[in-house]
């Protein structure tokens, strides 16, 4: 009992509070040309249509241990400005779960320059709808009046807002994610006048930036993103560094992510007292052979006190149709 009780803490100071929020959680995965599951301006950046799935499993030696799979795919339509974009979701996290269902539309306008050459801004809309459930079945003989006992399920509508800027070989993105108020009315119904407390305002806002260097067998591209949850003030930065190599078969690279939150949190042991931080290191490898995408990403969390000692494992798969041939004269591969 006592163990369930600490993972359903834990999880839902995590899950609740910072990381698994309404919607797909921040993680590594846009770095596998996978910017649209973050950005809905993103979708149809490019000729032709990418799909993308990933799966993503944390601390294997513990039970219910917190779980993402996501499967997307985005399409330039037609010979048009436009493009769509569908995402599936399911995240899992302890007795916390949530599936959703992402439409994007998006639209690219062209500042200028010629047919080869990429200076592009784009917005995106994402309507949402999420299925939130919370298992509370275990704990039911605790006597606690703010537990149901019983698997509480609701539905929500949100809406996320990208904007990205494509210039050659750099570009930026902003993202707005969970624009509405939702009221998650999974975390108090049917607890009379024992509710808990409600957090309404699940938004969150992130600006990334990069570039990539040179053009010939070997690329080098850094890149930051920034995030902050809004109601909690909660921030982190993210620094990468992605390294290209191109082969006869298609293209190798790798990179390596540095995640840092601005925030930590006091502890007291028996030597002393401190303030610990967030910190996440992720390698990451992948390939691109003909049209096929792969990559896989290790995160490491680095401090004294953690969960467990194991990391989080993260796996892409992907196809693009119809982008045989650049479309520009610069190397940006999330554009063709």
Known sequence: MKHRLLLLFTSFIFGVQSYAQEGIPVYFDYLSDNYYLVYPSMAGIGE??????????QWFSVENAPNLQTVNVHSRIGETNSGIGVIVFND????????GLKLTYAHHLRLGGDGRSLNQLSFGISPTYLQSSLDESDFYETG????????????????????SYNLMEFYAHVGVLNVLESRRN????QRNEAQVGVIDN?????????????RQEWQLEPSVLFQMTDFTK??????????????????????????????GIEYVTNEGSGNQRLQLITPIVGANIGNFMVSYNYSYQTGDF?????GFHQIT???????????????CPAAQ
């Not at 899992?92 to 599936?99: F, L, P, S």
């Not at 606690?144 to 949100?158: E, H, R």
């Not at 798969?317 to 190397?331: A, K, M, P, S």
């Open 48 to 57: 032709g249509t990418k799909i993308r799935a990933t799966a993503r499993m």
């Open 92 to 99: 899992a996290n302890g007795y916390h779960a949530q599936t």
């Open 144 to 163: 606690d009046p703010a537990i149901a006992g019983i698997k509480v399920s609701d539905g929500y509508f949100n809406v996320d807002l990208g904007f």
């Open 186 to 189: 999974v975390y108090y119904k």
């Open 202 to 214: 699940l938004r969150r806002y992130l600006v990334s930036a990069g570039y990539i260097f040179g």
């Open 234 to 263: 909660e921030k982190t930065i993210d620094i990468n560094a992605k390294v290209y190599k191109d082969v006869d078969f298609g293209r190798l690279w790798g990179g390596l992510s540095y995640r840092r939150s601005f925030e």
């Open 306 to 310: 953690r969960f467990d000692s194991g």
């Open 317 to 331: 798969l992907g196809y693009n149709f119809g982008q045989n041939e650049r479309r520009y004269d610069c190397y």
